[in-house]
């Protein structure tokens, strides 16, 4: 099993629909969990932390599911500038760095 | 307040030559990581600096790679005998503390005529 794998899509849909990201990682041990953003050819950028108890950031929702090893990531009333990819990134075994899953594409239109 | 920021942002270079890359990280972040992202690839880990430890090489995917951070703060990443496939965009990223939400730098544009 991977260490975090995710769908890589892409994911298409319309303005203003409802679209969700699943990722699974291997490690039960983890503690720290993130979603970033990649546009094309720009560097990551941090979206929102994932807590255990579930969090949003306006349109966004993230979700963890530690029995399952899972997280998600919801957008809501998606736009056009949602387009990009979307990595999952878990804190490794050790506790010394994060594992980048290899992203999610979405891509939004009008 | 200032970012992570890389120098150069874009470096062409023949085949067999060396190249040294550059990372300047946020001020008082003590981790320091480097990444490499061929085109359309996800992120690929090279190599992690903590503090005064010694680092974590494990990424690295031949001895032609090496790294260095001097005085816990800027690092340079070091390609000796440049092969194409080393072309790709090499991403620095600083954080805090380990496992803490990483800040990435825009990244140096590598190709290996």
């Known amino acids: 099993r991977k260490e975090v794998e995710q769908d890589p899509g892409p994911f298409n849909v319309p303005e203003g629909a409802t679209v969700a990201f699943n990722c699974t990682y291997s490690n039960s041990a983890s503690q720290s969990f993130f979603w970033y953003r990649q546009d094309c050819r720009k560097e990551p950028k941090l979206l929102m932390s994932?807590?255990?108890s579930g969090n949003e950031d306006g349109r966004f929702t993230a979700q963890l599911n530690r029995a399952s090893q899972y997280i998600s990531l919801l957008i809501r009333d998606s736009k056009l500038s949602d387009s990009a990819t979307y990595l999952c990134?878990?804190?490794?075994?050790?506790?010394?760095?994060?594992?980048f899953g290899k992203g999610t594409t979405l891509s939004v239109s009008s | 307040g200032a970012g992570v920021s890389q120098s150069p942002s874009n470096k062409v270079t023949e085949k067999g030559k060396d190249v040294e890359l550059r990372c300047d990280p946020i001020s008082g972040h003590t981790a320091l990581y480097w990444y490499r992202q061929s085109l359309g690839q996800g992120l690929e880990f090279l190599i992690y600096?903590?503090?005064?430890?010694?680092?974590?090489k494990s990424g690295l995917p031949s001895d032609r790679f090496s790294a260095e951070r001097t005085g816990g703060s800027v690092s340079t990443l070091t390609i000796q005998r440049t092969q194409q496939e080393d072309s790709a965009v090499y991403l620095c990223a600083s954080s805090l503390a380990p496992e803490e939400k990483q800040f990435f730098g825009p990244g140096t544009r590598l190709t290996v005529l």
């Open positions: 600096f903590q503090g005064n430890s010694a680092p974590d």
């Open positions: 994932v807590y255990s």
């Open positions: 990134v878990v804190g490794n075994q050790a506790g010394t760095a994060l594992i």
